[in-house]
């Protein structure tokens, strides 16, 4: 999930120096709900981890 949003954030850099302001936008958009799913779900898998019975 985070390398997607490093792609869409290359995408919309890339797109935004060249002039393609929607597209820019759009992937800039997508970029940070990425981040926010990656960043939840994280969070989530971190504070229920596994729990080792000793």
Do not use: D, H, Q
């Amino acid at each position: 999930m985070l390398s997607w949003a490093i792609m869409f954030l290359i995408i919309a850099l890339i797109a935004g120096v060249l002039g393609f302001g929607v597209v820019a936008g759009t992937a800039a958009w997508i970029a940070k709900v990425c981040f926010v799913v990656f960043l939840v779900l994280f969070l989530i898998s971190l504070f229920s981890g596994r729990r080792v019975n000793v």
